[in-house]
């Protein structure tokens, strides 16, 4: 028995030895593989094997007292992270980190931001009894002395779009300029020309004439990834005050506004807190990437100033508009030819439709245009309410080629996102009373 033991020694000696080394290499590896996005096959395989260690790692602040953006960017979703967690980030570590991510990003984006000056062209309608103006610029077609317009220098954001040297605005920024001068971050400069303006995006492609290698566009993201909370960054030119940053959160999404003149509705527009002011149009909205989410384009406000809310025109209705304005100068939307609204629960009762029944009411039509032409209905009945009238008794349009519609901003995007002038589309609807119809319609471009 004795010599047993003795002999059995040597074994357990060197399973304890095996035992240690698998424990120091346990404690060790998830920590590096962390901290390296170049490392995520090495991630992945400790986090199956350990996904206890690799939860810890991730939240570990490291000695310095700095903790990588990498490992709060891409900590992964709620299922792969311990509801405990054995390690605590300190307060300082997370405004270290954020601080990284906000400085990144305007480091990164500005020499991609452009600063955009104009002279605009105002003409003077009519005279001010008893006033003089005092302007020395252009006389009245007739060569009189009567002054009939003036000079009056504009200000807005920019950014490079591509290597080609287009830079991408608002329209409204440029729509009555005369002469446009782009100014970059590293402070060089160039005169540009309009390549092409679209009002009802109110986005407008300017021209550089600046070498390639200098331009540095900007990287694209994708709008229809935004959600409400996410952090949004904006860099311009507020009040004149060249390359400013500003963050907020991305506070709704889905708004749908009216730009310039414009007699149609855009959809899907970004809704943000991060300041606003003027100056600022047709600056970049980015994430915490750093890439395009939107162009801003609107503030509500009374004074002129940031009030908190501010709109952003979606990238990916840019990532539609802009190419075919650098090749051809115009937009074409597709166009139905409706006036409308999302119906609500109390229409339809009134029109006896079907219980639920969701979409677009059809209140009005234009003479000629495609609905007219396929036979759609309007409203043609009003019913007064302590809260105002309600419409009814016109087509209530429920899909477009079998994809459903739920109201009339759903109507609109789809029509955005999926046709194009001269597509021939099925559009189902319910009619007063319940009926239910299948109409071909084929789509007109708007008309200007």
């Known amino acids: 028995m ?3 033991h003795r002999r059995s020694l040597p074994l357990i000696l060197a399973g304890l030895l095996v035992g240690l080394v698998a424990m120091l290499a346990c404690a060790v590896t998830p920590a590096t593989s962390v901290s390296n996005d170049n490392s995520r096959e090495s991630e992945a395989a400790a986090h199956d094997s350990d996904p206890v260690e690799i939860q810890e790692a991730s939240w570990q602040a ?32 997370v405004v270290a980190a954020y601080e990284k991510v906000i400085g990144d990003v305007h480091e990164s984006v500005l020499p991609s931001v452009v600063s955009i000056f104009v002279l605009n062209r105002v003409e003077i309608s009519g005279t001010l009894p008893g006033f003089t103006f005092p302007f020395n610029q252009g006389t009245s077609p007739d060569g009189n002395s009567q002054r009939d317009f003036y000079y009056q ?13 287009h830079i991408v605005t608002n329209r409204h920024v440029v729509a009555d300029a005369e002469r446009i001068r782009i100014v970059f971050s590293d402070g060089s400069n160039a005169d540009a020309e309009i390549v092409g303006m679209d009002e009802d995006s109110d986005l407008a492609v300017l021209k550089v004439d600046k070498d390639i290698e200098l331009l540095t566009p900007v ?21 004149g005050q060249e390359f400013s940053t500003t963050t ?17 509705s855009l959809p899907k527009v970004i809704q ?67 006036r409308g609204t999302t119906i609500s629960p109390e229409a339809v009762e009134l029109m006896n439709a079907p219980e639920g029944t969701r979409g677009a009411l059809v209140i009005a039509l234009a003479d000629d245009g495609p609905a007219d032409n396929a036979g759609l209905a309007g409203s043609t009945k009003t019913k ?65």
Do not use: C
Request: proline share 4%.
């Open 2 to 4: 004795i010599n047993a």
């Open 62 to 93: 490291p000695a310095s007292g700095h903790i990588s953006v990498e490992s709060l960017n891409d900590r992964g979703t709620s299922e792969d992270r311990s509801p405990t967690g054995s390690a605590e980030l300190d307060a300082d570590s």
């Open 153 to 165: 220098n504009g200000q807005g954001s920019g950014f490079v779009w591509d290597n080609e040297g």
């Open 219 to 239: 990287s694209l993201g994708d709008s229809n990834e935004v959600r409400v909370g996410q952090l949004a960054i904006t860099i311009g030119n507020p009040f």
């Open 248 to 264: 907020g959160i991305v506070s709704a999404i889905g708004r749908t506004i009216r730009t310039g003149d414009s007699h149609f």
């Open 272 to 338: 943000t807190d991060a300041s606003m002011n003027p100056g600022n149009s047709g600056g970049p909205l980015l994430d915490r990437k750093g890439r395009v989410i939107g162009i801003d384009a609107q503030i509500i406000s009374r004074g002129g100033a940031s009030t908190g809310i501010g709109f952003a025109i979606p990238v990916n209705i840019a990532k539609q508009v802009v190419p075919e304005l650098i090749s051809s100068g115009t937009f074409t939307y597709s166009w139905l030819g409706i």
């Open 384 to 448: 007064q309410t302590d809260e105002g009238g309600i419409r009814y008794g016109g087509d209530v349009i429920t899909a477009i080629d079998g994809n459903e519609i739920s109201g009339m901003n759903e109507l609109i995007i789809y029509l955005l996102e999926n046709t194009r002038p001269g597509d021939a589309i099925s559009v189902s609807v319910v009619r007063d009373g319940g009926e239910t119809a299948e109409i071909a319609v084929t789509l007109q471009a708007r008309p200007e």
